[in-house]
């Protein structure tokens, strides 16, 4: 019994979380753009054939670029329900998340470059 609604929970939790991922797809243009790219990229992946621990590094990539960004969009939501004024601190922090954003996408560039570069050539 106690087992049963401990799983029920967790199924309930795995169902918030990807509606929550549905939310983030049906708000943010910025998501569609991510979708578009990932689908880019797999498909580039699959054409190349790369090697698995190519994949592994591709994926990786593509996970951090997606948690940056959805936790940036989580950043400017709370911080305009709690501070809809402008204020140096929300300043602060939403360019900080936007940084963390930056910093990955650089990092997936220098990584699809050195992984797709050698194929294409
Ligand atoms: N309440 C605020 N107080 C101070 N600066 C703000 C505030 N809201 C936004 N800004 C400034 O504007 C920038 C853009 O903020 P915004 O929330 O529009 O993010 P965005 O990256 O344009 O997101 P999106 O395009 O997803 O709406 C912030 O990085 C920050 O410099």
């Known amino acids: 019994m106690r087992k049963e609604s401990y799983f029920s929970r967790r199924l309930a939790s795995f169902g918030y979380a990807f509606s929550g991922i549905a939310a983030f797809l049906r708000s943010e243009p910025h998501a569609r753009i991510h979708l578009a790219a990932t689908i880019v990229v797999t498909a580039a992946g699959c054409w190349y ?24 969009t989580v950043v400017e ?44 050539l």
């Open 77 to 120: 939501k709370i911080m305009d329900h709690l501070s809809p004024d402008y204020h140096p601190r929300v300043k602060w922090i939403k360019d900080v998340a936007a940084g963390a954003v930056l910093v990955t996408a650089i990092a997936a560039a220098g990584i699809g470059a050195l992984i797709f570069i050698p194929h294409i």
């Open 49 to 72: 054939k790369l090697s698995r621990m190519e994949w592994i590094l591709l994926i990786i990539t593509i996970a951090m670029v997606w948690v940056t960004e959805m936790l940036n």
